[in-house]
């Protein structure tokens, strides 16, 4: 059974910058592509970034572009995401997810494929991230 575990969400004030981890087991982390979503309060849980199987091709919702970076170490079954110049508006929870298919997200139609919170079957319990203006 897969288990995902993030960690590093806190307090921050606007400007700043937290690094997100997200800790992996129970099948194959360098064979399978991974993303984070969040969910800010009264909000549908919503795509934040994506890296593929391995690693090569990252994707990233037009909020966050420039300043949120996902990146996938293999040798620690583990994926972050560094979030820099953080804004009120990025106040969620936020959660990692596994993709569903193994060795996803090789062409660009399958990181768009990404996006969807349906291309995945395993998902943290996520983390809180609260930025004060």
């Known amino acids: 059974q897969v288990q995902l575990v993030e960690s590093g969400g806190g307090l921050v004030q606007a400007g700043g910058s937290l690094r997100l981890s997200c800790a992996a087991t129970?099948?194959?982390?360098?064979?399978?592509?991974m993303g984070w979503f969040r969910q800010a309060p009264g909000k549908e849980r919503e795509f934040v970034a994506a890296?593929?199987?391995?690693?090569?091709?990252?994707y990233y919702a037009d909020s966050v572009k420039g300043r949120f970076t996902i990146s996938k170490d293999t040798a620690k079954n583990t994926v972050y995401l560094q979030m820099n110049s953080l804004k009120p508006e990025d106040t969620a929870i936020y959660y990692c997810?596994?993709?569903?298919?193994?060795?996803?997200?090789?062409?660009?139609?399958?990181?768009?494929?990404?996006?969807?919170?349906?291309?995945?079957?395993?998902w943290g319990q996520g983390t809180q991230v609260t930025v004060s203006s």
């Open positions: 129970g099948r194959a982390f360098s064979t399978y592509a």
């Open positions: 890296t593929s199987w391995s690693g090569g091709n990252t």
């Open positions: 997810a596994q993709a569903q298919t193994r060795g996803y997200g090789s062409t660009i139609f399958e990181m768009g494929g990404l996006r969807s919170k349906m291309k995945y079957d395993y």
